[in-house]
C-alpha cells in the first residue's frame, strides 16, 4: 500500500526532508495535497485531517506520514521511521540514533533560518518584522550558520568509514537532510554561502554528491520538485544576506 | 555503570527533561558540571569536553549523555534511549514512536518558550532586545501556549487507556516532560498560566500526579533540583507575562 504523505501542496518547507527520503528509497507515495484538483484544496484537504477527531495520534502540524494505520508527525520521526524500513539508517543502535541526533540538530538549524524572516511571530508578515528580521539574520548568518555547518564538517572529518557519508559508508537520511538543508541556505543567503561553503570542503562535495544520485536527479528535474519560494522556509530577501 | 550526564551546572533548561527521566527511573547518574567544585570549573569540564578532537560523534551542544562509550547528545534524542532502558516508553513501536513525536513537540515548546526573552539572538542579552521581545512574548502567550497545550489536552482526552497518561496505560518520558514544560510555563508567565490551565483540566491534573510521584517528589525536593533563574530557558520576566 502507497504511503499518503500530508504536507503544505506549494512550498518545500519541512516536509521536502520527508519527501527525499522517500523518493532515495523510491517508495510508493501519495502526495496528498499536491494530488488534489488546486492549492486551495489539496490545503483544506490537510487541515480538515488535522481537525478529525477520531484520530488517536493527532500530528501538531504537518508534515505528518500514513502508513495504514500508522500515523506520524515531526520531520525527525518520520525519517526515523522510513530509516529502518527503506535502509536509510543503520541497524546498529548506537549508529541509528547518531544519525537521529544528527538530524535533530539540522532541524535546530532549519528552524533558525525560518526564524531569520520570522523573528517576532509566524502570524506576523515579512514586512512588519523588517527591521527585527535584519537583526537576526545577521547573528544567524555570521555565528549560527558557521557554527552548523562547522560541526557538520567535523563529524564529516571524523567519520572512520570516509567523508563520503556522515555515518558509517552508506548514504543515510541524514545526508539527504544535510543536502535539503544546504540548498536552502544556498537559496536564501547566496552570498554568504558562497564564501562559508568554501570553509566546509566535505559538507560542499557531499552536497554535490547526494544532487547527484540518480533518483534525487530525476527528482530534482522534475515537478514534482517545488521551486523555493518566498512562502517557504528558506526565503531569497536580498537584505537578509550579507 | 553509573551514567555520565553533562549539562550546564546552574540552570534547568534542556537537561531538565534528562535529569527527570534519570531521577524517575532511579537511574545510577553522575551530573558532571554539577560535581565539580564550583559551578565555574564544572562550565570548563564541559566546555572542554565538547573541544576534544578524538569523539567520532560530537555532540552538537548540551546536554548530552554517556553510557560507557555511547555519547548521545539532543534531548529528544538521549530519552528515546533511557525510553528503552528503563521502561520510560512502550515496546510497542507505533507508540514508542508516538511518544517521541509528543517529545518532539514539546521541544518545538521549549524553543519558542526561549524565544519569547531572546527573539532577535542568542549572543544579545535580553536588556538589548526587551521591545522585541514583549511583542514576540504576546504571540506566545495569545496564540501558542492555548495551541500546544490545547494538543497535549486532546491527546490525554483521546487516549483510550485513560487521561492518566499521554501515551497507553503506564508512565512514559513524554509525561515527565509534560510537567516540566508545564512548570516552567507556571514559572515565566504565571498570570497567564493561572488562566489557561482551566481550559486544560486533564493536562493539570496529570502535571499534579507527576509532582506527587515519590521519586520526583524526593527529587524536586533536594538539592539536586536546581531552581528556575533568569539565566534559563523558563525565566520571569513579569513585563512579558499578560
Given at each position: ?69 500508522v500515523l506520524i508527525g515531526q520531520t525527525a520521526a518520520i ?115 558562497r564564501r562559508t561553503l568554501r570553509e566546509v570542503p566535505r559538507l560542499a562535495a557531499l552536497h554535490q ?34
Amino acid at each position: 500500500m502507497a504511503y499518503e504523505f500530508y504536507y503544505w501542496p506549494s512550498i518545500q518547507g519541512r516536509g521536502e526532508f520527508v519527501r527525499l527520503a522517500l523518493e532515495e528509497a523510491g517508495a510508493d507515495y501519495i502526495d496528498i495535497a499536491r494530488n488534489s484538483v488546486d492549492v486551495g484544496s489539496g490545503e483544506e484537504a490537510l487541515m480538515a485531517f488535522l481537525e478529525r477527531d477520531d484520530i488517536s495520534h493527532p500530528p501538531f502540524a504537518p508534515p505528518f506520514l500514513k502508513d495504514g494505520n500508522v500515523l506520524i508527525g515531526q520531520t525527525a520521526a518520520i525519517l526515523l521511521y522510513l530509516g529502518d524500513r527503506h535502509e536509510l539508517a543503520p541497524r546498529d543502535e548506537a549508529k541509528r540514533l547518531w544519525v537521529h541526533q544528527i538530524q535533530l540538530t539540522i532541524a535546530d538549524l532549519v528552524g533558525e533560518a525560518h526564524d531569520t524572516h520570522h523573528p517576532l511571530s509566524g502570524d506576523l508578515y515579512y514586512e512588519d518584522q523588517k527591521p527585527e528580521a535584519q537583526r537576526r539574520a545577521k547573528s544567524f548568518r555570521e555565528e549560527r550558520i558557521p557554527k552548523f555547518l562547522g560541526w557538520l564538517e567535523r563529524i564529516l572529518a571524523r567519520n572512520p568509514e570516509g567523508a563520503g557519508q556522515l555515518v558509517g559508508s552508506v548514504l543515510t537520511y541524514a545526508d539527504l537532510s544535510l543536502f535539503q538543508v544546504v540548498e536552502g541556505l544556498v537559496y536564501a543567503f547566496p552570498r554568504r554561502m558562497r564564501r562559508t561553503l568554501r570553509e566546509v570542503p566535505r559538507l560542499a562535495a557531499l552536497h554535490q554528491a547526494i544532487a547527484q544520485r540518480p533518483r534525487i536527479r530525476a527528482y530534482l528535474n522534475s515537478d514534482r520538485r517545488i521551486a523555493f519560494n518566498e512562502q517557504g522556509i528558506f526565503r531569497h530577501y536580498p537584505e537578509l544576506d550579507g
